[in-house]
């Protein structure tokens, strides 16, 4: 998944993707978790990918209500670094971005936030989901 457009959230811990169709199935004796990735609003960004289920995690969204999602590991490369991340799945459809960026992942990545820019990166951010070497 090339090009999307990410939240930066230093308030949250946790990264979220956004994700429909969110259905769980085995592999090699192993969770597994097929979805359909919205990378915007059109039908053409929609990418339907599998992912081993890292775990599951119960969220509270801003508003106090639980969740308790599927946590899947990618990798993202921002610019001229690349690192693995866990993202929860969850529907992000009434939000402007439908990835966000949580503090763990900009630790991971050693990023640095400037609150008073936007889009400083020039290259675009991309997911590539799939699991890294040593990754199980």
Known sequence: MVGLRAKIDTGA??????ASDI??????GQSWVRFVAHLGTQVQRR???EAPVVTMKTIKSSNGQAQTR?????LLALGDRAWSVEFTLACRKTMR????LGSKALV???LVVNPGLTYVQDKPLIMVPATLPGDQ
């Open 47 to 49: 990418h339907r990918c």
């Open 108 to 110: 991971q990545g050693q």
């Open 70 to 74: 599927y946590v899947i590991r990618t």
């Open 97 to 100: 971005y439908r990835v966000l």
């Open 23 to 28: 259905v769980p199935f085995e592999r090699d």
């Open 13 to 18: 811990s946790t990264s979220s993707l956004h």
